[in-house]
C-alpha cells in the first residue's frame, strides 16, 4: 500500500527545460527585482556588484550545485532524502531536512509583500501617486492603517499560491513557470529596452558596473554575500524539493549554471532599467526598502499615460517573480507531508498554507499602527526576515556543505556526478573543495558578524 501510494507520488518528473524553469523561477523573485537594486544603490554601485558576482560564484553556486544533487539522489522530501543518503549510524542527518521550516517562515512575510504588489498593480492603474511625497504617505498609510486592504490583497495572494501548489508540480507549478518566466523576461527586457532610450541610461550603466572601492565597507561585503544566498533559494530546502522531481538524466552542473545566469541577469537588467529610471526623474538610488513602492511609481510619472502602462508592467513583473518564487516555497512543507506523512495532496495544502497564512497575519499586523507587534526589538516582519535571511539560510547552506562534504564519500559524490555535468576531475575537485571549505568559511564568517561577534 505504501509502496504504491510512493510510487503515484513520484511517477511525475519535471522536463528537464521545466525543472530549470520552476527553479530560476523560484531564484528569481521579489531579491532580484526588489532588493538587489535598493541594496545596490545603498551601497553604493559597481564594487558591491562585484562582490556580488563573486559570492555567487564562490558561494552560491557550489551549494546550488550540491542541493540540486541531493534532492535528485535522494528522490524524496528534504527529511526523507537526508534520511536515506545518510550512512548507517548517522542517520539524525534527518533533522538537516527541517530547514523547510525555514522556507515556511520566508513564505510568510513574502506574502505579505505580495499582497502589497497586488494591491499597488490595481492602485497605479487607478491613481498613479504623482510626486515623492505622495508617494510615501501613500506606502507607509497602507502599511500602517490599511489593515482591511492589506488583509484582502494578503489573502488573494495567499489563495493564489495555494491553489497553483494545491494543482500540483505538474499542472500547477510546472506549466504556470513554463508561462510566467519567459513572460517575466520579456517584460523586463521591454523596460529595458524603453529605457535605453533615456538620457539617464548611461549613468545608470555607470553606476552599476563602475566599481567605487572607496564605498566597499565589510558591511557591504557582508550585505552582497546575504544577497547571493538568498537570490538563489538554497538552504530552505526548496531547491531539494524541486530536485527530488527532477529526471534522472538532468544534467546537474549545466541546470545549475542556466539558474544562476537567469537569476543575475534579471538581477542586473531590472537593476539598470530601475536606476535609469529614476535618475531620470532625478530620484536618489537609495530609498531602502521603499525603492520599489515608493519612488519607482514616481519615476513612472513623466511618461503620463504610457508612465501608467509601465508602471503597472512593473508591478506585473514584480508579481510574476514573487508568485513563482511563493510556489516553491509552499511546495518544501507540502511534499514533505505528502510523501513523509502520506497525507492527501489537497490536505497537505490546506495544512501548510493555513499555517502560513496565520503567521504571515501576525507579520502584518505587526507593521500596522494599531497591532504593533515587537519581537527582539523589531516587528515580527523584520524578525522573521532577518531571522531567515542571516541566520537560518546560511545554516542551512552549512548543512548542505558539511554533509556533502564530510558525512558522503567523496568517490560516490563523483561518481554521480561525474555522470551529471562534473566529469573532468578538476572542475569536480573546484566544485568539491569550494562547497567543503571556502563556503562554509564565508558562511560562518557571516554568521558571527549577524552576532556582532567579528
Ligand atoms: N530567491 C528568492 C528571491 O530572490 C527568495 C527565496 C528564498 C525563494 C528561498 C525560495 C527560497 O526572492
Redesign the pocket.
Known amino acids: 500500500m505504501l509502496k504504491k501510494g510512493l510510487i503515484i507520488e513520484k511517477s511525475f518528473s519535471f522536463s528537464k527545460i521545466g525543472f530549470v524553469l520552476a527553479t530560476a523561477g523560484?531564484?528569481?523573485?521579489?531579491?532580484?527585482i526588489w532588493?538587489f537594486p535598493y541594496i545596490t544603490g545603498e551601497y553604493g554601485g559597481g564594487a558591491f556588484v562585484l562582490v556580488y558576482l563573486a559570492a555567487l560564484f564562490a558561494v552560491s553556486f557550489p551549494l546550488l550545485i550540491g542541493e540540486i544533487f541531493l534532492g535528485q539522489m535522494g528522490k524524496k522530501d528534504p527529511v526523507s532524502s537526508y534520511e536515506f543518503l545518510a550512512p548507517n549510524g548517522k542517520k539524525y542527518w534527518k533533522f538537516a531536512g527541517f530547514v523547510i521550516v525555514t522556507?515556511i517562515l520566508?513564505l510568510s512575510f513574502?506574502n505579505v509583500v505580495i499582497g502589497w504588489i497586488l494591491y499597488y498593480a490595481y492602485l497605479v492603474l487607478t491613481d498613479l501617486p504623482q510626486d515623492i511625497i505622495q508617494a510615501k504617505e501613500v506606502f507607509t498609510n497602507m502599511v500602517a492603517n490599511g489593515v482591511g486592504t492589506q488583509i484582502l490583497f494578503f489573502s488573494i495572494g495567499s489563495l493564489l499560491v495555494a491553489w497553483i501548489v494545491y494543482k500540483g508540480v505538474d499542472r500547477g507549478i510546472q506549466k504556470l513557470n513554463l508561462f510566467l518566466m519567459p513572460a517575466l523576461i520579456l517584460i523586463l527586457l521591454f523596460m529595458f529596452v524603453y529605457s535605453m532610450s533615456l538620457d539617464s541610461f548611461k549613468n545608470a550603466l555607470y553606476f552599476m558596473f563602475e566599481p567605487n572601492f572607496s564605498k566597499l565597507t565589510p558591511q557591504a561585503i557582508l550585505v552582497a554575500v546575504g544577497q547571493a544566498f538568498?537570490?538563489?533559494?538554497v538552504g530552505?530546502g526548496?531547491i531539494m524539493t524541486y530536485a527530488s522531481f527532477s529526471k534522472e538524466s538532468q544534467n546537474i552542473f549545466r541546470s545549475s549554471l542556466w539558474i544562476i545566469i537567469i537569476d543575475t541577469f534579471i538581477a542586473i537588467i531590472a537593476g539598470v532599467m530601475s536606476f535609469a529610471f529614476l535618475f531620470n526623474s532625478n530620484l536618489g538610488s537609495s530609498q531602502s526598502v521603499g525603492l520599489a513602492f515608493m519612488s519607482m511609481p514616481i519615476a513612472f510619472v513623466p511618461f503620463g499615460n504610457i508612465g501608467v502602462f509601465l508602471a503597472f508592467l512593473f508591478f506585473v513583473a514584480l508579481a510574476f517573480a514573487?508568485i513563482t518564487?511563493a510556489i516553491?516555497?509552499l511546495e518544501a512543507p507540502v511534499t514533505y507531508l505528502t510523501q513523509r506523512h502520506k497525507l492527501k495532496r489537497t490536505k497537505a495544502t490546506i495544512i501548510s498554507a493555513l499555517l502560513v497564512y496565520v503567521l504571515g497575519l501576525f507579520a502584518l499586523l505587526s507593521l500596522t499602527k494599531d497591532y504593533s507587534m515587537q519581537i527582539l526589538g523589531k516587528s515580527i516582519f523584520d524578525t522573521l526576515d532577518f531571522i531567515t535571511a542571516a541566520i537560518l539560510?546560511p545554516i542551512g547552506g552549512l548543512l548542505i556543505a558539511f554533509f556533502i562534504g564530510f558525512v558522503l564519500k567523496k568517490e560516490d559524490v563523483y561518481a554521480y556526478l561525474s555522470k551529471r555535468g562534473l566529469r573532468s576531475r578538476l572542475n569536480f575537485s573546484l566544485w568539491y573543495y569550494s562547497l567543503k571549505i571556502i563556503s562554509p568559511i564565508i558562511i560562518v564568517v557571516v554568521i558571527l558578524n549577524q552576532f556582532g561577534v567579528l
Open positions: 523560484s531564484a528569481v523573485g521579489l531579491g532580484n532588493r522556507a520566508i513574502y538568498f537570490t538563489v533559494s530552505v526548496v514573487s518564487s516553491s516555497l539560510m
